[in-house]
């Protein structure tokens, strides 16, 4: 199968599928290397690690660049959160698109954010015309930031979240992304409710793997928690270096990493 269709049928089971989230080409390597059956970007870790904020302000060359990177050292299938577009001009959302899928991505995270959803719809189908004319069935994985951004609360942020995961689908969404909750039971209604794979992400009170699939969630994201633990130990570690000159317990930390000089030649 093309990476784009063993993309698709990850979601489609038996098992959850469950995306680590890299930023560069050695983050991607080492997740593929360690069994990951796809991996993915965070766009907030791909802007820290070139020096950008989160929020669709990354160039997009750079984030092309890092796409092909990732795309050029792995097998498995890469799917890019590419945010809003990175722009809300449709025509210029249909060249990151084709520009991601020559990149080598075969999936797209895309969200709404505080963004008119009716709005959200229109890139969604010129994602889905852009791909289409490429050649490529990218899985576009919608994301509903209803919960995470605090658009609306309780009963009304569910009953919004559906009325926006049905806009959606109806304009060629393959996957809904729903970040933010973590309520066993609210999960089960919306894997319940949403006629599409239901992606969450995974932070402190999401079940594990095995009690989401059971749920009925099928894609389980880390979202920017490995990128945070590797540069929360680089920063613990350099700050006790320039304290003592220790570079031998320095060594120490980073004598269990693989030899990238021998998995890139």
Do not use: C
Request: glycine content about 10%.
């Amino acid at each position: 199968m093309s990476q784009a269709e063993t993309f698709r049928a990850l979601h489609a089971g038996p098992d959850i599928l469950v995306l680590p989230n890299a930023w560069d080409a050695a983050s991607a390597a080492m997740m593929e290397d360690a069994g990951a059956k796809a991996v993915a970007t965070s766009s907030a870790a791909v802007a820290w690690a070139h020096g950008y904020a989160d929020g669709d302000i990354l160039p997009i060359p750079t984030l092309l660049a890092a796409i092909g990177e990732m795309a050029r050292v792995i097998k498995v299938p890469l799917t890019a959160d590419i945010e809003g577009g990175y722009s809300d001009d449709l025509p210029t959302v249909a060249q990151t698109i084709k520009g991601v899928i020559d990149a080598g991505a075969v999936g797209i995270n895309f969200e709404d954010g505080a963004r008119d959803p009716e709005l959200h719809v229109r890139k969604i189908d010129t994602v889905r015309k852009a791909a289409a004319q490429a050649g490529v069935a990218v899985f576009v994985n919608a994301r509903i930031d209803v919960y995470l951004k605090g658009l609306a609360k309780g009963e009304e942020a569910l009953t919004e979240t559906l009325r926006r995961a049905e806009l959606y689908k109806a304009a060629g969404a393959d996957g809904i992304f729903v970040p933010g909750p973590a309520d066993d039971d609210l999960l089960a209604t919306l894997a319940k409710e949403i006629a599409l794979p239901l992606n969450v992400m995974g932070r402190p009170g999401v079940a594990p793997a095995p009690r989401l699939q059971a749920l009925g969630v099928r894609r389980l994201s880390s979202a920017t928690a490995p990128f945070r633990a590797a540069y929360a130990a680089l920063g613990t570690s350099i700050a006790a270096y320039l304290k003592d000159g220790d570079a031998g317990a320095l060594a120490m930390l980073g004598k269990d990493l693989p030899d990238l000089n021998k998995r890139f030649g």
